[in-house]
């Protein structure tokens, strides 16, 4: 009696080893299948297989896809977010801070990832609480890539009001999806003047290659009446937001440092140490 105990606790242990064995392999395949390029705290931006499929094989993107930061800046800073208390005004869905420290990782990111891969991101920034009397964090995140000539942006959490304690294995900042359309009443907006953005769904924005940023007119006196004619003026883009004061001043230097190295006045090492000294004095 005592030898089949034995045997059946050595049978129900083995199960146990087998099946700890399978979890720490299927753990292993999934983190294979994430590349983190940045990660800090919650916040990140990884590639990952891309959730686009049909028939059962995926969609191919067009990656790797070269689309410089300040453009990235551009397009992001472009879209607004409708909250889903309808009665207060739309806000912009990145703060500028969140653009600053996303764009080269993202940059990078479409730069590195294949046709079957995505990029997502999570980003945490400071926005206006209700009533607007103070900031809080929230989180956004979203899953971006290149396909059919567009840069594609799906929003898994939009201002997201979360709690800084909760494990993000069970809370987690989940990337937007292709099937699926987003929980909540929110709605991705357009600014105005956006004629090559297109609203995919409520959460899926796709900017097309011809996209460029608003521009509002401003009205200019008549010379001869002095009434007020509209006149194009450009809204400050994203990037001159980011540059202004002293980021300005090393955003100046580091244009003259590059202008010097295109042509041929100093060398790529020099260029390098340079700003390495300029990016060092922030």
């Known amino acids: 009696m005592k030898l089949g105990k034995r045997v ?86 990145f703060t500028d801070k969140s653009l ?43 899953r971006l890539f290149y396909q059919g000539g567009k840069l594609n942006l799906i929003i898994g959490k939009a201002q997201y009001e979360f709690n800084e304690r909760h494990d993000r294995r069970l809370y987690p900042f989940s990337p937007g999806n292709r099937e699926y359309v987003a929980e909540g009443d929110w709605m991705l907006l357009p600014q105005q003047d956006q004629p090559d953005m297109t609203i995919v769904r409520k959460d899926w924005v796709a900017f097309a290659d011809t996209w460029k940023p608003a521009v509002v007119t401003a009205p200019l006196p008549d010379k001869a009446t002095g009434v007020g004619q509209a006149a194009p003026a450009a809204t400050p883009s994203a990037i001159d937001r980011l540059f202004s004061g002293k980021a300005g001043k090393t ?32």
Request: proline share 7%; hydrophobic share 45%.
């Open 8 to 93: 059946v606790y050595r049978a129900l242990w083995q199960v146990v080893l087998a099946s700890l064995v399978l979890l720490v392999v299927a753990s292993s395949c999934l983190a294979g299948s994430k590349r983190m390029l940045w990660e800090s705290r919650d916040q990140f931006v990884a590639i990952e297989s891309s959730d686009a499929v049909k028939g059962g094989n995926r969609i191919p993107n067009q990656h790797p896809a070269d689309i410089p930061r300040e453009r990235l800046i551009d397009i992001l800073a472009s879209i607004q977010l409708r909250p889903e208390d309808k009665k207060d005004p739309p806000l912009p869905l």
């Open 100 to 142: 600053e420290i996303l764009a080269p990782y993202l940059e990078d990111a479409l730069k590195q990832a294949s046709p079957d891969e995505d990029v997502t991101f999570a980003i945490i920034g400071l926005h206006l609480a209700p009533m607007g009397m103070s900031r809080v964090p929230k989180a956004t995140a979203g």
């Open 251 to 282: 955003a100046e230097r580091l244009s003259v440092l590059k202008e010097l190295r295109d042509k041929g006045i100093i060398t790529e090492e020099e260029y390098r140490g340079k700003r390495l000294t300029i990016l060092n004095e922030l």
